[in-house]
């Protein structure tokens, strides 16, 4: 049952994995074309601009949860890299538990306000030329705190796996996050 749970939750957080890749390198070729625009033929575009950040946001929130299922947060390693894997299990069980379910709980449900504000108030850009439909980055900020979320609960899985089933954690390969 463990085995499936983590399964599940590892399938959900590496497809945030992929979006955010796909994001990553459609930011990269706006990022080239709004240069290329603004350098060469001396020409900009509003859109395009605020394209770049509704990208960068794409990649940092669908990144997340991938990086949290992948071991590859930011956390005090100098402590951690140190421990076993029954202490290492501990911190994480307890660190999902605590700290990240309720903080990714508390910015879904009242991100799901916010965002639904944005759709009925047909929330757009204020420059001219901007991107309409701000509501579509904005709605993907309590999707990603849920993702976040379900992250977590792999967490607790894999915690549970060294816990229960004694199952040791693989070693984190910095070099390679895939």
Not at 6 to 18: E, N, P, R, Y
Not at 32 to 42: A, G, I, L, P, S
Not at 157 to 168: F, G, M, Q, R, S
Request: aromatic share 16%.
């Amino acid at each position: 049952m463990l085995n499936r749970l983590d399964f599940f939750f590892s399938g959900i957080t590496k497809l945030c994995g992929a979006l955010a890749c796909v994001a990553m390198i459609l930011m990269l070729f706006n990022v080239f074309y709004d240069v290329v625009m603004r350098y060469v033929f001396n020409d900009v575009s509003i859109g395009m601009q605020e394209l770049e950040w509704h990208l960068f946001a794409t990649v940092f929130l669908l990144g997340t949860p991938y990086a949290m299922q992948k071991d590859g947060h930011v956390r005090v390693d100098i402590f951690y890299e140190a421990w076993s894997d029954t202490k290492k299990a501990w911190i994480n069980l307890l660190g999902a538990i605590f700290f990240i379910l309720p903080f990714a709980g508390l910015v879904s449900y009242y991100g799901i306000d916010f965002s639904q504000d944005a759709y009925q108030m047909n929330e757009g850009s204020g420059d001219p030329g901007g991107l309409p439909h701000r509501w579509v980055i904005k709605s993907l900020i309590p999707i990603s705190f849920f993702l976040m979320g379900i992250a977590a609960l792999g967490m607790i899985i894999k915690a549970l796996k060294v816990l229960i089933l004694k199952e040791p954690y693989p070693p984190l390969d910095r070099e390679n996050l895939s």
